[in-house]
């Protein structure tokens, strides 16, 4: 199957692809916080000063803010799945699986059409068994996916003044990403 993915058709590729929610973002609604990246320094996940998508190589807050700024479009991407209870973990794993792999087809296919497109997912990056970072640059560029949280960013926020929700409903699980466009690149 064939997709456009412009601007116009970019929502309804997205949900074609098996994402269960998909929205156009306005750029200028984005806002890159310090305390979100303050949460990041904390190292829970491992990735704060280990690799290029993770706090600071992914950039400052302002070099963040100034990036999503530099785009044109995007949209942000979603799997909701039903969990059986709070805990279901391997809802937790899926849904974050599947967003993970679909952003990857997604962002595959953003890029040929477009030469500029910022990934931002729901994890950092884990294409290489061991990064670059800091002395060399990163080998993928084109491929490489900040987290959304990596940038600044409140998910939740991001999602609502974008027109998606964020929570939909008791014993769902819901997991987010998005990408930004340069038109004309």
Known sequence: MGYELTKETIVQDALDMGFTHAGLVDVTTLEARE??????????????????SCPPGCGTIPECNERMHSYDWGIITQVTLDMEDAMD??????????LHDGQVRLNE????????????GGAGCNLCAKCTYPD???RFPE????GM?????V??????KNGLKYYYGPDTVTFSGMFLV????
Do not use: F, I, T
């Not at 890029?111 to 990934?119: E, N």
């Not at 340069?182 to 690149?185: D, M």
């Open 143 to 146: 491929k490489r996916m900040s």
């Open 136 to 138: 060399e640059p990163c």
């Open 149 to 153: 949280e990596a940038y600044g960013l």
């Open 109 to 120: 296919e953003l890029h040929k059409k477009y030469k500029d497109v910022l990934a931002l």
């Open 35 to 52: 305390e979100v990246r303050d949460m990041c320094a904390v190292d829970k996940c491992h990735g704060y000063d280990r690799n290029w």
């Open 182 to 185: 340069k038109e004309n690149s």
């Open 89 to 98: 973990m391997e809802a937790w794993g899926e849904a974050g699986k599947q």
């Open 155 to 160: 998910v939740s926020e991001a999602c609502m």
